[in-house]
Structure formats: structure tokens, C-alpha cells
T-cell receptor, first 109, second 119 residues
Framework: DAKTTQPNSMESNEEEPVHLPCNHSTISGTDYIHWYRQLPSQGPEYVIHGLTSNVNNRMASLAIAEDRKSSTLILHRATLRDAAVYYCIPGAGSYQLTFGKGTKLSVIP | GAGVSQSPRYKVAKRGQDVALRCDPISGHVSLFWYQQALGQGPEFLTYFQNEAQLDKSGLPSDRFFAERPEGSVSTLKIQRTQQEDSAVYLC?????????????????FGPGTRLTVL
């Protein structure tokens, strides 16, 4: 599995955009980049995933570097409900998710 | 709609007791996963079922851990002779298809977890 590096923690003001970075320099050519988040006292939930081009959904956007060695999850307007631990997880052929320690996002009202 | 449910939500066991944790996946989901999450850590994979077949149990920490999904829906994780190091949150997840992480629309849906405390 590709190794990932994420900041331990980040802060954002409410209603401002948040950019959560992830380095995955050992990613293989077929690995998708998945993002999950875990709100306090809940199970993880899927956020978004992509392979090469940038992706958007109702929750977030995913910007993938051209060399695919890094990606950035973008929350366009952070809300208090977005306070969570965000996990970046490369993978394709495997079926289990390999979580790291993730980035703990705090949102300041 | 109904998501993944787990019961009990909290379980306290004395060291040496056996426990059974239940997972009800989303109806129709082929794949089912169990993960263990220690305090302050990310979840770690335990085992994977495709319908009733247990295809991977490489993450189970010892032979005291046993999982089953006899009819391809509900799953039970059993821990025999619990030890203090078994204290953790046990998460169950299901996904629609049998394929890997690259399969479209195959995200994993997680339950709220069972917090096990072994005294």
C-alpha cells in the first residue's frame, strides 16, 4: 500500500474554504485516492475519490497533482459539522481501507 | 434510509469473558468488513466477507477472534477470553459490490461501532 503523509491537525474559520493536503509519493499508477472522514463518536464516512483528474461532489472537491504524488481535499465553506478527522487513502485492487492517522480538522465559529 | 447498524453500542466485559458483536449491513450489500479502532488511532482492518464467504481474515489479531456471516447478511464478531488489549471500538462496514477500491460506486458505509471495554 502507498504511504501517505497528512498534517496532524488543521484549523479553519466557519464559512471559509479549507484545503486539506495529502502526500502519497509511492502511489501506484492504478491506485485511486479515496478520502473518508470520521466525525466524533461516529464511524468513518466516504467523502470523495478520484484517479487523475479533479473531482467534485456535493460534499467536497478533490484536486490531484499532475504527477499524482499529492492531492488536496477542498471543503468550499467549512461548517461546524465538518469538524472531523480526514483520512486520505490510496488504493485500487485491495478491498480493505488502510487508514493512517489522518488530519484532525477544527472549525472555529 | 437504513444504514449499517451495530449492537450493542457499548460493551463492558471482565477479562476472560467471551463477547459477541453484531453487525447488520445495508440490505443487498455483498461485501462486509470489520475494523478495529484503538483510541487515537485510525481504524485497522480485521476481516472481509463476500456474501457468506470469509475471504480474508489476515487482520484478526489472534485465534481468540472469530467472525462469521452465515447467510450472507448479518455478521457477528466473537472475541473469546477477552484481554485488556482488546479494548477498542469495533467498526463494521459494508459495500455494494464484490470488487476492490477501484470499483465504481463501491464506497464503504460504516456503522457507528461498538465500544468494547475490558476490565
Amino acid at each position: 500500500d502507498a504511504k501517505t503523509t497528512q498534517p496532524n491537525s488543521m484549523e479553519s474559520n466557519e464559512e471559509e474554504p479549507v484545503h486539506l493536503p495529502c502526500n502519497h509519493s509511492t502511489i501506484s499508477g492504478t491506485d485511486y485516492i479515496h478520502w473518508y472522514r470520521q466525525l466524533p463518536s461516529q464511524g468513518p464516512e466516504y467523502v470523495i475519490h478520484g484517479l487523475t483528474s479533479n473531482v467534485n461532489n456535493r460534499m467536497a472537491s478533490l484536486a490531484i497533482a499532475e504527477d499524482r504524488k499529492s492531492s488536496t481535499l477542498i471543503l468550499h465553506r467549512a461548517t461546524l459539522r465538518d469538524a472531523a478527522v480526514y483520512y486520505c487513502i490510496p488504493g485500487a485492487g485491495s478491498y480493505q481501507l488502510t487508514f493512517g492517522k489522518g488530519t484532525k480538522l477544527s472549525v472555529i465559529p | 434510509g437504513a444504514g449499517v447498524s451495530q449492537s450493542p453500542r457499548y460493551k463492558v466485559a471482565k477479562r476472560g469473558q467471551d463477547v459477541a458483536l453484531r453487525c447488520d449491513p445495508i440490505s443487498g450489500h455483498v461485501s462486509l468488513f470489520w475494523y478495529q479502532q484503538a483510541l487515537g488511532q485510525g481504524p485497522e482492518f480485521l476481516t472481509y466477507f463476500q456474501n457468506e464467504a470469509q475471504l480474508d481474515k489476515s487482520g484478526l489479531p489472534s485465534d481468540r477472534f472469530f467472525a462469521e456471516r452465515p447467510e450472507g447478511s448479518v455478521s457477528t464478531l466473537k472475541i473469546q477470553r477477552t484481554q485488556q488489549e482488546d479494548s477498542a471500538v469495533y467498526l463494521c462496514a459494508s459495500s455494494l459490490f464484490r470488487g476492490g477500491l477501484g470499483t465504481p460506486n463501491n464506497e464503504q458505509f460504516f456503522g457507528p461501532g461498538t465500544r468494547l471495554t475490558v476490565l
